[in-house]
């Protein structure tokens, strides 16, 4: 670990950086990790002028942090951002299912022209290094969310040719004592701290070997269980039996998957595995075949073990998860 620190540390200090979607949550904790390695300055770029004010707060008196309103679809705007630029962390996104789903050129605008812009930006003042932050429902696409991930994905791999959370709502279903909403009895999704989405991003930024995609391996839970365990954790807090809080089955959302996916078979061809993770080489890369011991399978939410209850509440007790969840439900009341 301290060795991996070293290296970061090295090619992290004294660099000017660029985060786009600074003040979102992968953003924010980018930031505050980068603050740790002495770069000369980070340029927390966003749109959002009140989550901009709340994070200054956080840096008052720091000469080395910041902050720039704008969009990355403004491409005038980002470029005045990223002059003298030594290295890019894309955070900014669209990233809500519904909200891409019926918004899809809003979704289009953000993911894949404003990762142009982004790429753009990058090419043009020759930076060093750019690290995207994808989703894992760029895999197999089934939703306009997935789809311009995808296609934000393709554009930054490319370019080296030439994570309210469903966990939020309910907590704020159980916080109501209203019945929590639950699309499939089988559905499972993968999960990570932002802490490890975070670290993800420092070992691709410092390991890339240009257009390469890098893949957490994450623990599977399903989302019944993890209901199950906010009800238990958290009715009593709210004034509510834990027997009271019944599960409503709603149905797929248009697009929705039951399970998620972070590689398909054909991409498992060209991945190469390390301990904590996956390295995805570029698609224009001939495949290379025999990496991995079962690469016909794919990495699927179906074919991995779902974490137990027990496992699950320790998980969200662990590292002040539960109260985060609590802290973003309350500014959804």
Same mark, same amino acid.
């Given at each position: 670990?301290?060795?991996?620190?070293?290296?970061?540390?090295?090619?992290?200090?004294?660099?000017?950086? @660029?985060?786009?979607?600074?003040?979102?949550?992968?953003?924010?904790?980018?930031?505050?990790?980068?603050?740790?390695?002495?770069?000369?300055?980070?340029?927390?770029?966003?749109?959002?002028?009140?989550?901009?004010?709340?994070?200054?707060?956080?840096?008052?008196?720091?000469?080395? =942090?910041?902050?720039?309103? %704008?969009?990355?679809?403004?491409?005038?705007? @980002?470029?005045?951002?990223?002059?003298?630029?030594?290295?890019?962390?894309?955070?900014?996104?669209?990233?809500?299912?519904?909200?891409?789903?019926?918004?899809?050129?809003?979704?289009?605008?953000?993911?894949?022209?404003?990762?142009?812009?982004? =790429?753009?930006?990058?090419?043009?003042?020759?930076?060093?290094? @750019?690290?995207?932050?994808?989703?894992?429902?760029?895999?197999?696409?089934?939703?306009?969310?997935?789809?311009?991930?995808?296609?934000?994905?393709?554009?930054?791999?490319?370019?080296?040719?030439?994570?309210?959370?469903?966990?939020?709502?309910?907590?704020?279903?159980?916080?109501?004592?209203?019945?929590?909403?639950?699309?499939?009895?089988?559905?499972?999704?993968?999960?990570?701290?932002?802490?490890?989405? =975070?670290?993800?991003?420092?070992?691709?930024?410092?390991?890339?070997?240009?257009?390469?995609?890098?893949?957490?391996?994450?623990?599977?839970?399903?989302?019944?269980?993890?209901?199950?365990?906010?009800?238990?954790?958290?009715?009593?807090?709210?004034?509510?039996?834990?027997?009271?809080?019944?599960?409503?089955?709603?149905?797929?959302?248009?697009?929705?998957?039951?399970?998620?996916?972070?590689?398909?078979?054909?991409?498992?061809?060209?991945?190469?595995?390390?301990?904590?993770?996956?390295?995805?080489?570029?698609?224009?890369?001939?495949?290379?075949? %025999?990496?991995?011991?079962?690469?016909?399978?794919?990495?699927?939410?179906?074919?991995?073990?779902?974490?137990?209850?027990?496992?699950?509440?320790?998980?969200?007790?662990?590292?002040?998860?539960?109260? $985060?969840?609590?802290?973003?439900? $309350?500014?959804?009341?």
């Amino acid at each position: 670990m301290n060795t991996v620190k070293n290296s970061l540390h090295r090619m992290l200090r004294g660099k000017r950086i @660029l985060v786009t979607g600074g003040t979102g949550s992968i953003g924010r904790e980018i930031v505050r990790q980068l603050v740790t390695f002495n770069p000369t300055a980070i340029r927390v770029f966003s749109r959002n002028e009140h989550n901009q004010y709340l994070m200054a707060k956080e840096y008052t008196g720091s000469s080395d =942090v910041r902050f720039f309103i %704008g969009d990355v679809r403004d491409r005038e705007r @980002l470029m005045l951002a990223a002059e003298d630029v030594d290295i890019i962390f894309h955070a900014a996104a669209m990233k809500h299912v519904s909200a891409c789903e019926y918004n899809p050129f809003e979704a289009v605008k953000t993911n894949v022209l404003g990762t142009q812009n982004v =790429v753009d930006a990058a090419m043009e003042y020759n930076i060093e290094r @750019l690290i995207a932050i994808s989703t894992d429902k760029a895999v197999s696409p089934t939703n306009t969310m997935g789809a311009t991930k995808l296609l934000a994905e393709r554009i930054v791999t490319s370019a080296t040719n030439y994570k309210g959370s469903r966990q939020t709502i309910f907590v704020r279903q159980i916080r109501k004592g209203a019945a929590v909403t639950l699309t499939h009895p089988e559905m499972r999704r993968f999960f990570m701290s932002i802490p490890d989405a =975070v670290s993800l991003c420092f070992k691709a930024a410092e390991r890339s070997q240009g257009g390469d995609i890098f893949i957490l391996k994450m623990p599977v839970m399903r989302i019944a269980d993890l209901i199950g365990v906010l009800v238990e954790e958290l009715a009593p807090r709210f004034g509510h039996e834990p027997a009271s809080i019944r599960i409503e089955e709603i149905g797929l959302y248009p697009g929705e998957k039951v399970y998620e996916e972070l590689m398909t078979p054909e991409e498992m061809m060209n991945a190469v595995e390390h301990k904590d993770y996956f390295r995805l080489e570029p698609a224009t890369k001939p495949q290379v075949n %025999g990496y991995l011991e079962h690469p016909f399978e794919g990495y699927s939410a179906k074919s991995i073990e779902p974490l137990a209850f027990a496992a699950i509440k320790k998980m969200l007790n662990g590292g002040g998860l539960l109260e $985060e969840l609590v802290e973003a439900s $309350e500014a959804l009341t």
